[in-house]
């Protein structure tokens, strides 16, 4: 076994820990979401994807974010209950167009840098940052965002070669339809 291929198994065992944990809405799961964004961000800087790279930079810092803002909000909500905020028509507004403009503008810059599959690096990228944001503030909404953007990095990691990775990808979209019903059942606006 090479260090890249110990490094996707690294982060498929972490990456499943991560979102067991979203599921449960724990604040531990920020800080695996650091060390998965690390392992991830190697793994596909070797593959030169560029946006899945920077992306799991940004899922590192959005972590931080992540744990301060969840720690707040799970202040208001009785023990074992699922901080939810509903979703403004705002956000989701501005959400889709960034999305398109987004990923039109990221599947022309990775094609500049050599990215061979910007066409799906791109989108998924995007509705990977949007879906992460989403999170941090606990919208519900986040959950269908996660089984598109999955889906499109696991056919990523497939055309890559990256199996460990595109199945660490599968089982997020199993957790992502998942998460929305438990999230769903559980749930309490703050």
């Keep these: ?81 699922i901080h939810l905020r509903p979703l403004p028509k705002k956000t989701a507004l501005w959400s889709a167009a960034g999305f398109v403009l987004g990923s039109l503008i990221l599947i022309w810059v990775f094609r500049a840098l050599g990215d061979g599959v910007s066409e799906l690096d791109a989108p998924a990228t995007v509705l990977s940052v949007i879906a992460t944001w989403w999170l941090t503030r606990s919208y519900i909404q986040q959950w269908m965002l996660w089984v598109v953007a999955n889906a499109l990095t696991t056919l990523l990691c497939v055309v890559n070669g990256q199996y460990w990775m595109a199945f660490l990808y599968l089982a997020y979209i199993a957790s992502a339809v998942y998460g929305y019903y438990h999230w769903k059942k559980k749930g309490v606006e703050v």
Excluded: H, P
Aim: hydrophobic content about 55%; proline content about 0%.
């Design 1 to 81: 076994m090479d260090i890249l291929q110990a490094i996707e198994i690294f982060a498929f065992v972490t990456g499943v820990a991560y979102v067991v944990l979203e599921i449960l809405q724990k604040n531990a799961m920020w800080v695996v979401g650091i060390l998965t964004g690390v392992a991830c961000a190697c793994s596909f800087a070797v593959q030169r994807s560029w946006g899945m790279t920077g992306l799991n930079v940004y899922y590192v810092v959005m972590s931080v974010i992540g744990l301060i803002q969840w720690r707040k909000d799970g202040a208001k909500v009785e023990e074992g209950a």
